[in-house]
């Protein structure tokens, strides 16, 4: 038992304000969506170009280029003959990407994230983002710079007037579809403490199962969309290269997307605003790498495109509404061990649903018996909190992520888990240096 060792991230909810992100449909009139595109153009143009001085200065000189310095590199191509079409479109954005591109380098070099890659005009999301000096809301309008009249926003949710946008990103998407999304500071209301706690388990028969035994499946009609989807993409495939039905194909096959996408974005925000507020702890198991499920069928990739988004909405809700949610490392064996004994077991296929421990006799539901076992270990870190050593920042989002909050991640766990008893700081460290 000793040698279970698994990784956990602890995030606990607090702060005063929060950003939020409310996104919404938008119709441009035809001026407007030229001036879009020619904005999202230069946009593409100046992050290339950063990224050619970025790798250049880099492979010739071992010099890091910062942020300023493209900034001013940004005004000398302005006065080129051949760039003097970037004065045509509100800087603001091309400023934003320069921002962006300076981040995913820092993200580089500290190893979060790959090498950046060259923006393509065949990208399946073009957008632009304008910050508080290059846009105006005035009376729930909102109109960007360059632009006479305001943008025609579906307001599909209530956006208050008194809210302060910081950002405003307009972008358009493979299926052709305009959205703008407004990222405001809330004061979220927080509603009172709860003395419950969930495990979650992610699973592909149902999309979680809750350790209170609540088994919820994925949303609407998954394989159903994945076989039209599929068939969309052979019908593609088919078409000839640069053919006016190729475009309609590709559309056609974004349209599915879309829709998928949709209803599964409704289906988890319910599910997670539900978990969040009954929940003053919320447990999940960390997700296993995307690429590692590169492979895999279709609808396991749906799958896991749910497990990612509803695991991103209980982050950033739980920071809203002040809960605590605790990541534990998926090398932690939640379904092999039984919660009743913590006796673990050797293998446990993947097609076993249930199973009797040979410790205790007790009858188990594979993600039932998972979900209790996350809850319990992470029952045991929030507990022991104060000893979780800092760790990387989240990912990049905005969307609820409070700037510098950091999650902490701790090596090794004690096992057995969650029958009582704390371990001490001095054994923390000691399980945390052990394995190395
Ligand atoms: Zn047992």
Redesign the pocket.
């Known amino acids: 038992m000793a040698g279970i060792s698994c990784r956990l991230a602890l995030r606990r909810g607090g702060g005063h304000t929060v950003k939020r992100a409310f996104k919404y449909r938008f119709y441009p009139t035809p001026d407007q969506a030229t001036q879009l595109k020619q904005t999202f153009g230069c946009v593409r143009k100046v992050y290339n170009l950063a990224l050619e001085m970025r790798d250049r200065a880099w492979k010739e000189e071992r010099r890091r280029i910062r942020y300023s310095d493209t900034s001013a590199m940004l005004t000398e191509w302005k006065r080129q003959d051949d760039l003097a079409y970037l004065s045509q479109v509100s800087s603001v954005p091309l400023q934003q990407t320069l921002r962006h591109l300076s981040t995913a380098f820092d993200r580089f070099f500290a190893k979060v994230s790959g090498h950046p890659r060259f923006k393509s005009r065949k990208a399946t999301r073009q957008a632009a983002e304008y910050t508080r000096s290059a846009f105006r809301w005035r009376d729930g309008a909102l109109t960007l710079a360059k632009m006479t009249t305001p943008l025609d926003i579906r307001w599909s949710r209530p956006l208050s007037t008194d809210s302060q946008p910081t950002t405003v990103t307009v972008s358009l998407d493979a299926a052709g579809r305009w959205f703008v999304s407004i990222l405001v500071e809330d004061r979220p209301q927080r509603p009172r403490e709860v003395a419950t706690a969930v495990g979650v388990d992610f699973g592909i028969r149902s999309l979680v199962t809750l350790s209170t035994g609540e088994k919820v499946s994925h949303p609407g009609g998954g394989r159903r969309q994945a076989g039209r989807l599929a068939k969309a993409q052979r019908e593609l495939a088919r078409k000839k290269a640069g053919s006016k039905n190729q475009t309609k194909a590709r559309r056609r096959v974004a349209a599915i997307h879309a829709r998928i996408a949709h209803r599964r974005r409704d289906v988890l925000h319910k599910l997670s605003t539900r978990i969040v507020q009954e929940n003053q702890l919320v447990v999940i198991e960390d997700l296993p790498v995307r690429n590692l499920m590169g492979n895999r069928s279709l609808a396991r990739s749906i799958a896991h495109a749910a497990w990612a988004e509803l695991r991103r909405m209980l982050e950033y809700k739980c920071a809203w509404y002040g809960r605590t949610m605790v990541v534990v490392d998926r090398f932690f064996p939640s379904s092999r061990m ?1 919660s ?2 913590a ?1 673990v077991c050797e293998s446990l296929p993947l097609g076993v649903r249930e199973w009797t ?1 040979g ?2 006799g ?1 009858r188990h539901d594979r993600d039932h018996n998972a979900a209790k076992n996350l809850l319990a270990v992470g029952q045991t870190v929030s507990a022991c909190g104060a000893d979780v050593r800092p760790q990387r920042k989240l990912s990049g989002r905005a969307v609820g992520d409070e700037a510098g909050k950091p999650i902490a991640r701790a090596v090794g766990v004690p096992a057995p888990v969650g029958r009582g008893g704390c371990q001490t700081a001095n054994s923390w460290k000691a399980m945390v240096f052990s394995t190395g």
């Open positions: 039984c009743t004994c006796r421990c410790g205790c007790t």
